[in-house]
């Protein structure tokens, strides 16, 4: 299948695409979402296709409106209704009771749905112009980096998919934050662009969900299910400070590999390839995936990063590097 470019000015042609069923990557503020038709079956069946993801794993449904959330919706909860004010549009994915309109391979077969209107002009005119719910997972290959510019999803799925919006790079860098409101109190499935302690000041304490909380306070699960967001050499997390890291790399390097490492600052380190991912952790999560998938095009063997306290934004970076990482987290003080 030819992918075609589309200017974010020809919204028309994207439409054309979404209503005849057809699958278009598009522009977000956090990653790039892979959109089509949430109503329709065929659509959807082509987003998984494309992406090789498991059936198993829901869609989000993107709205442009708080009235096309009601229309997927079987009720929206106060809270629910709340946090839409305060944070929509934005980076903000509420888990919903689902009424069924949506196709069931976007709610894999569940009886909720999520929800998320998008702050980005190109992604909300395709779906104001197209009158569609767009169910849009992150466009990248199942497993790989989420794509935080147009140029990564060709790499991942040109051939695959029928169009590319490309709307240049995305501001916030890592997905939405998925807050369950099913139940109370409100859950956050996955930390994203929205901070915990934002919701809080919003709509008071919510939890979050125990394999999160797991894996930040005691990071010692090596090997996870799957393996998300990973670059092809291993990365490892390490406990500790920069000295800490150092001292891995050059112990690793005395073996005879090729070393990576990601850093939180502009400093070097004796890393055969050293990437920075900023001075703030806003800029880290702009940089993360682009980083990740920068390493895929060096020859370094294994990769090294220092575990960061994780709390506000970087919970967000930390969760996506602890599961690129597939759990792995050396402690340089206790094998010393
Ligand atoms: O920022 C984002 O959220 C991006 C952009 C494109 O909007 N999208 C995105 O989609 O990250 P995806 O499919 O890569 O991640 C969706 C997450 C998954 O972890 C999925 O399991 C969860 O949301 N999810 C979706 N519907 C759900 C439901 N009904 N119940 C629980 N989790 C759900
Ligand atoms: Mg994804």
């Known amino acids: 299948m030819e992918t075609k470019w589309i200017k974010p000015t020809e919204v028309e042609e994207g439409v054309r695409l979404l209503q005849a069923g057809e699958v278009i990557a598009m522009p977000t503020e956090t990653v790039y979402g ?25 869609l989000i449904v993107h709205v442009a409106s708080v009235e096309q959330a009601e229309h997927f919706a079987q009720t929206i909860p106060p809270v629910a209704r709340r946090l839409m004010e305060a ?67 060709a790499d991942d799925l040109t051939g695959r998919i029928a169009g590319i919006m490309d709307g240049g790079p995305t501001g916030i860098g890592v997905e939405s934050t998925v807050i369950d409101c099913t139940a109370e109190p409100a859950t956050i499935l996955r930390p994203g662009g929205v901070t915990k302690e934002a919701i809080e000041a919003v709509i008071g304490p919510v939890i979050l969900d125990a ?27 390490v406990e500790g400070g920069r000295d800490d890291l150092v001292r891995v790399i050059t112990t690793r390097q005395a ?22 991912l900023g001075i703030s ?25 220092n575990r960061i306290e994780p709390t506000g934004v970087a919970l967000a970076v930390y969760n996506r590097l602890y599961k690129a990482a597939g759990g792995k987290v050396i402690r340089p003080q206790e094998e010393a």
């Open 34 to 58: 892979l959109a089509g038709d949430a109503t329709n079956d065929v659509a959807i069946k082509k987003i998984f296709e494309a992406k090789g993801r498991p059936s198993d794993n829901p």
């Open 87 to 153: 944070f929509w549009p934005g980076a903000l994915t509420i888990i919903l009771p689902s009424n069924g309109r949506a196709s069931s391979f976007v709610t894999a077969g569940l009886d909720s749905i999520g929800l998320r209107m998008p702050n980005h002009p190109a992604a909300l005119e395709l779906i104001r112009t197209s009158g569609l719910g767009l169910a849009a997972p992150s466009a990248n290959r199942s497993g790989r980096p989420s794509p935080t510019s147009a140029r990564h999803v």
């Open 211 to 237: 394999n999160l909380s797991d894996e930040a306070a005691a990071p010692r699960s090596p090997g996870m299910k799957y393996t998300h967001y990973a670059p092809s050499a291993p990365l490892y997390l």
């Open 255 to 276: 073996t005879g590999k090729r070393v990576g490492a990601l850093v939180f600052d502009e400093a070097t380190t004796p890393a055969d390839v050293t990437l920075s």
């Open 281 to 305: 952790m806003e800029t880290a999560a702009q940089r993360l995936y682009e980083a990740l998938r920068k390493f895929d095009e060096t020859d370094v063997e294994e990769i090294y990063v």
